[in-house]
């Protein structure tokens, strides 16, 4: 056998680089020179027809999943989601390289795409975010609460050895009653936002005292509608809600590309 043939032969060397894909734009979005993603890597565009990919290579020997990692890929997507409307992919979307990312995902899907990125046109996502202040809330809850009062009285004039049961009693009871009043919060909220959008969605509490985590698809030059609308929330829970609005961001909750093995 000749070399020549031993080399054509010989099993290729295991791939160890692929290409992260962040989400799908427009095709003339241009990348900012300083822009990058995970592990700080140069962020680049593979373009298809009318709409492109945000990628960066990345090492197939490393896991991903940490903080910075999922931070690195929010912060990409959110910041082009204020000049562009952005498709955000799943977190972890890695295909071999960039002939795949082409042909895969962006030809495969180029018509699904196109549509969904003109339903994205000139909008963005805005998230309000907010949460019961801890002490306002508890006054609230043993104030409209008789059984929630006694049990507090027997905490206070009893030792602490002896009250277990009735710390354990009082703090189901004003969880219980805090998720009614989210549920009842939630509402207001829903009611006063969707006065903007009919693109509003309620996400799941990230914490026990969240009084409302809602989404919302607006378009961004209505953005100093919403803050209005926010401000007015913020003034009606005064002292006893801590609002935050935040956005815009990509469209998280409204749009998420599928990777091509989905």
Do not use: C
Request: charged share 30%.
């Amino acid at each position: 056998m000749s070399t020549s043939e031993q080399a054509t032969d010989a099993p290729e060397a295991p791939r160890t680089e692929g290409v992260y894909v962040y989400g799908i734009v427009p095709a003339d979005v241009e990348t900012a020179e300083d822009a990058v993603g995970i592990d700080e890597s140069p962020v680049n565009t593979v373009s298809h027809g009318d709409i492109a990919a945000l990628v960066s290579e990345i090492s197939l020997d490393r896991q991903l999943g940490k903080p910075a990692d999922l931070r690195a890929h929010a912060y990409l997507l959110d910041g082009t989601a204020k000049v562009a409307p952005v498709l955000p992919m799943r977190f972890g979307a890695v295909l071999t390289d960039m002939d795949a990312v082409k042909a895969e995902l962006l030809t495969e899907n180029a018509d699904d795409f196109a549509e969904a990125m003109k339903e994205l046109e000139g909008k963005a996502q805005y998230l309000l975010k907010a949460r019961y202040v801890e002490e306002a809330i508890l006054r609230e809850v043993v104030g409209e609460n008789a059984q929630a009062r006694e049990l507090l009285e027997t905490i206070r004039k009893q030792p602490e050895d002896v009250t277990r049961d009735a710390r354990i009693t009082l703090g189901e009871l004003v969880s219980k009653a805090i998720e009614a009043k989210r549920e009842a919060d939630t509402s207001i909220a829903v009611d006063a936002l969707s006065s903007l959008t009919d693109a509003v969605k309620v996400r799941e509490p990230t914490h026990e005292e969240d009084a409302a985590n809602v989404a919302i698809l607006l378009e961004t030059e209505r953005q100093q509608d919403l803050e209005h609308a926010v401000g007015t929330l913020g003034e009606q829970w005064d002292g006893r809600v801590e609002v935050r609005l935040l956005g815009p961001l990509a469209a998280y909750d409204f749009v998420m590309t599928r990777t091509p093995e989905d």
